[in-house]
């Protein structure tokens, strides 16, 4: 058993205080909001995780799980302590660091012992040198570190499974000895292990989330193609995620890619690379794509309605995918404001994510179930691929709805069913 602090306990910092509570460490969650720390001291979790819930509540029954917002709370009792506070976008699309710097200060202001210094957080590559400067700069005493860098790969909607079924663990430190003590933490996991440099650990983050997202901005280039040429990208991608060498997943065409991670890591690439000298023209047509394709949709909505101003339109989801209540560059936030600006008048319902999004827009109607959101609509539109939306009762949608059209972004429902149904049905990239 290790003793760990975790600095900073969001989606990713909290899912790894209790994974690596529930493998047997004592682990302390810090968090400078103080609200957050008292609910989740009283097992409340702060985020919609899928089994996060119970791990949670079993963590603190046994006393290997406990929460503060004081680093002199968690940091002087830890060998290890682990940074996951955000690194949202700056102004120009980089990645603004003042909370991993303001992570790597308190921990040095609060540091009794040697510590290994764990960076979970995604950070632009070097930053791992920043965090040793400035805890050497801020230490009171002269206690050795190190830095390691540990990026996580989880999902948000899986977060608890993917952390505890890794399909690789990557440590990356200028202390080789550091970085597998690090693994060692995680032994009871099984996983593929790789130790390398700093650097390249930092690069592999940013390089996986910006392939991942490349290949969703690919199909639906696809997708564009596709409905010029009368062909069925879903199928397409069928076929070509039959070939080992592409592999199936990520190349559902749609709406795109939103979240806190792929907008924000492929621009804050783009940027690092333009910093450094390098025009990254494949991440710039990555990111201009999946922007398009909000904007897709709603023009799918206009000329099938024949004009958006008056009309009414249902959104069926609103966080950025499903099993999550994260709205974070949602693409749902885009196509709303579309709509509002076009002079439609905009209801939506989604399974968990309607109390966040509350909190930051009320120029929508929010609903209790899908069967609400169609009363009276002139067009629904699935901006979230949430499983119960598969299974509605389409007659009944049909009956209740002013103008039976539905624009699948996510192409949940198959075509011809939906045609047979008597709807006027678009997906995305589907003749
Ligand atoms: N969310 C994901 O799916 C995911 C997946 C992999 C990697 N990441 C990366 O992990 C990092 C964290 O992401 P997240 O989604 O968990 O963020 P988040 O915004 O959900 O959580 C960050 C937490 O850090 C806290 N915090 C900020 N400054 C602090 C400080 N100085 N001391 C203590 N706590 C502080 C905040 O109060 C918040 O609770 C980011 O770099 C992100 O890119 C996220």
Redesign the pocket.
């Given at each position: 058993m290790s003793s760990v602090a975790v600095?900073?306990?969001?989606?990713?910092?909290?899912?790894t205080a209790v994974c690596l509570a529930d493998i047997g460490h004592q682990v302390t969650g810090?968090?400078?909001?103080e609200a957050?720390v008292a609910r989740m001291a009283r097992g409340e979790p702060?985020?919609y995780e899928p089994g996060l819930d119970e791990l949670m509540g079993q963590a603190l029954k046994t006393g290997l799980l406990r929460f503060t917002?004081d680093?002199s709370q968690a940091i002087p009792g830890a060998d290890f302590v682990f940074i996951?506070?955000?690194?949202?976008p700056g102004r120009r699309g980089e990645?603004d660091l003042v909370?991993?710097k303001?992570?790597a200060k308190?921990i040095a202001a609060a540091m009794k012992k040697t510590v290994t210094i764990v960076n979970?957080?995604?950070?632009p590559i070097g930053t791992g040198n920043i965090v040793a400067r400035i805890v050497g700069e801020n230490l009171r005493d002269e206690i050795p570190f190190s830095v390691v860098s540990n990026?996580?790969?989880?999902?948000?909607g899986s977060?608890i499974y993917d952390f505890m079924h890794p399909d690789r663990l990557v440590f990356g430190s200028h202390d080789e000895s550091a970085a597998r003590a690090v693994a060692g933490l995680y032994s009871k996991l099984e996983a593929r292990i790789l130790i390398t440099d700093l650097h390249t650990a930092e690069m592999i983050?940013y390089a996986s989330n910006a392939f991942l997202a490349t290949r969703i901005s690919f199909i639906n280039e696809m997708a564009r193609i596709c409905e010029r040429v009368d062909a069925d990208v879903k199928v397409v991608s069928e076929g070509m995620g039959m070939d080992r060498r592409i592999g199936p997943l990520f190349l559902d065409a749609g709406i795109g890619y939103g979240?806190?991670?792929f907008p924000?890591?492929v621009k804050a690439l783009a940027r690092m690379a333009e910093t450094m000298g390098y025009h990254p023209e494949l991440l710039d047509a990555v990111m201009e794509i999946n922007l398009d394709q909000r904007t897709l949709v709603v023009e799918k909505l206009r000329e099938v309605l024949g004009g958006l101003r008056g009309q009414l339109i249902g959104l069926l989801g609103l966080s950025y995918k499903p099993n999550t209540d994260?709205v974070?560059e949602a693409p749902s936030i885009d196509v709303i404001e579309n709509l509002l600006q076009k002079g439609a008048t905009v209801r939506a319902y989604d399974p968990k994510a309607m109390p966040v999004l509350k909190a930051q827009m009320n120029s929508i109607e929010y609903c209790r179930d899908p069967y609400a959101v169609a009363t009276g609509v002139d067009a629904l539109l699935v901006v979230t691929e949430w499983d119960e939306f598969r299974h509605l009762d389409l007659d009944r949608l049909k009956s209740l709805m002013r103008r039976p059209v539905i624009v699948d972004g996510r192409n949940i429902f198959d075509p011809k069913t939906m045609r047979d149904r008597g709807f006027v049905y678009r997906g995305v990239g589907r003749s």
């Open positions: 600095v900073g306990t969001g989606y990713v910092g909290l899912t810090v968090d400078i909001d957050k702060t985020i917002s680093y996951a506070v955000g690194t949202p990645a909370y991993v303001q992570a308190g979970k957080s995604t950070v990026p996580e790969f989880l999902r948000e977060a983050k979240g806190s991670c924000k890591d994260d974070r």
